[in-house]
């Protein structure tokens, strides 16, 4: 009951990316700071379940259903050499949160722990309680559709010690913000604005109509003219208006080509030599 169901290439590449940043991460602090920290905010299960579809017998030979599980972020994050010293795994659905408690009994005597609820909330209450002198942190937001407040963004930011991979869901930002404004309701106008933490994207997105001139001619209906590189190019900026230092993301696209994410590193840290030391690895892994 527990399955989490989902993914593909795009998948795969997210997460090798982020695996090949943790590992980089916890091998380079290692002998800086006393406390290396991993949250992920939408944890799931800790695997992911991929199902391949039975293929009826006719002229070639069938094919039963193939399940093959593969290992989501948390379980990519426990196996991290040298290891983080504590782990946290933040997930809304109860039966998820269950699979982490088994996931988390594989492996006695790790810092780990799990917290039900809501993410915004539970980050919020997270960087609340703890004092981040000595300690450094890799934040995955992996959120379903839009869930992330830019206020929660903010919380991350003060913090000065979490780098952030960040992944925006394109497709989502493209189908709430409608082509035509009469589409575009109070409800998907407070969703973008939630997550982005400012309505300009409504100037920035939609043409605005030049009056009737003199022939009595009139310019193009009002409608949206921005395209997914205009959305992802406007969140770029905004994540740079918050953040010291925002990478160049990585586009991830679904089986058709369409793209549907792009994935953000965000750092913290205001420090030259922080900011130095993330930017070089992150680019050598977004780049390679």
Not at 119 to 130: F, R
Not at 195 to 221: Q, S
Not at 263 to 283: D, H, Q, V, W
């Amino acid at each position: 009951m527990s399955d989490h169901e989902f993914g593909n290439v795009s998948t795969d590449l997210k997460l090798s990316l982020v695996e090949a940043y943790l590992k980089a991460f916890t091998t380079a602090l290692r002998p800086q700071f006393p406390e290396l920290w991993y949250i992920d905010a939408f944890a799931g299960t800790g695997e992911r379940v991929i199902k391949q579809t039975a293929v009826p017998a006719d002229l070639m030979p069938g094919q039963a259903e193939k399940i093959e599980r593969r290992r989501g972020s948390a379980q990519i994050a426990l196996d991290i050499r040298p290891a983080f010293d504590r782990i946290v795994f933040m997930e809304k659905k109860k039966s998820y949160c269950s699979a982490l408690e088994r996931l988390k009994e594989q492996y006695p005597g790790r810092n780990i722990d799990i917290v039900r609820g809501d993410a915004n909330a539970a980050i919020e209450a997270e960087i609340q309680a703890m004092k981040w002198v000595g300690k450094r942190a890799v934040m995955f937001l992996d959120p379903y559709g839009m869930a992330v407040n830019w206020t929660t963004l903010e919380r991350i930011r003060k913090t000065e010690a979490i780098d952030v991979w960040y992944l925006v869901s394109l497709a989502g930002l493209f189908r709430q913000a409608t082509r035509d404004p009469e589409k575009l309701d109070d409800s998907k106008r407070v969703a973008i604005t939630r997550m982005l933490g400012t309505d300009e994207w409504i100037e920035a997105w939609y043409n605005r109509p030049k009056k009737e001139d003199l022939l009595g001619e009139y310019d193009d209906v009002y409608q949206r003219v921005a395209d997914v590189e205009a959305i992802e190019s406007f969140v770029g900026k905004r994540l740079k208006s918050l953040f010291p230092a925002v990478l160049p993301p990585k586009r991830l696209k679904n089986a058709n080509g369409a793209p549907m994410f792009s994935l953000f590193l965000a750092i913290s840290n205001p420090a030259g030599k922080a900011i130095g030391l993330a930017t070089k690895i992150g680019n050598s892994i977004l780049k390679a």
